[in-house]
């Protein structure tokens, strides 16, 4: 099972600043990484998958890079919605063998 | 506009059984694979299993194997969770998921959630 790992574990930034969240897997996935948004009460929200490609709906202020083992998620310019858990989730086993990281908590400083 | 509301959630004694349901609408539930993915009070995501469009392909993971069965009905645009042997460490909010077009490049993804139901496994 490829293990993921995220970090830091919670992130601290101010309104208007940038983020950037890491996320990296125990063995190589390819591009096959996807980012998740979760707000508390709510389910999941699908950011990006492929690495970087945006999902449908997403602002442009997010964007994902990297492929093989290292991701990283950036927030360009924090507004106030975008204060949530963040998760990666790493697809390219087949059979499905999908994991999650454990998260990102990113707190308004 | 597609939605998948899930139901049967409760609490249940450790060995007990109990039985999910996801009503889904919005789009052809035929067509497209699904799956349930869990997550314990204040943890992370944890894939549970997956199901193919036409309910010939099924997977699960380990924690569960023998233990869960996926299904689906096509016609009633419904997906179930037949959970089995439930122990505490089962204790979760289940979500189903949709997993994306093929054709789209994000399968193996999840893009639709449910809102979850919620599962309680305690003695």
């Known amino acids: 099972e490829i293990a993921m790992t995220q970090s830091p574990v919670s992130l601290s930034v101010s309104p208007g600043e940038r983020a950037t969240l890491s996320c990296r897997a125990s063995?190589?996935?390819?591009?096959?990484l996807a980012w998740y948004q979760q707000k508390p009460g709510q389910a999941p929200r699908l950011l990006i998958y492929?690495?970087?490609t945006r999902a449908t709906g997403i602002p442009a202020r997010f964007s994902g890079s990297g492929s093989g083992t290292e991701f990283t998620l950036t927030i360009s310019s924090l507004q106030s919605e975008d204060f949530a858990v963040y998760f990666c989730q790493q697809y390219n086993d087949w059979p499905p063998v999908y994991t999650f990281g454990q998260g990102t908590k990113l707190e308004i400083k | 506009e597609v939605q998948l509301v899930e139901s049967g959630g409760g609490l249940v004694q450790p060995g007990g059984s109990l039985r999910l349901s996801c009503a889904a609408s919005g789009f052809t539930f035929s067509s497209y694979e699904m799956n349930w993915v869990r997550q314990a009070p204040g943890k992370g995501l944890e894939w549970v299993s997956y199901?193919?469009?036409?309910?010939?392909?099924?997977y699960y993971a380990d924690s569960v194997k023998g233990r869960f069965t996926i299904s689906r009905d096509n016609a009633k645009n419904s997906l179930y969770l037949q959970m089995n042997s439930l122990r505490a460490e089962d204790t979760a909010v289940y979500y189903c998921a949709r997993d994306p077009d093929p054709l789209g490049g994000a399968e193996g993804t999840f893009d639709y959630w449910g809102q979850g139901t919620l599962v309680t496994v305690s003695s």
């Open positions: 199901i193919s469009s036409s309910g010939s392909i099924i």
């Open positions: 492929g690495a970087s």
């Open positions: 063995q190589s996935v390819s591009s096959n």
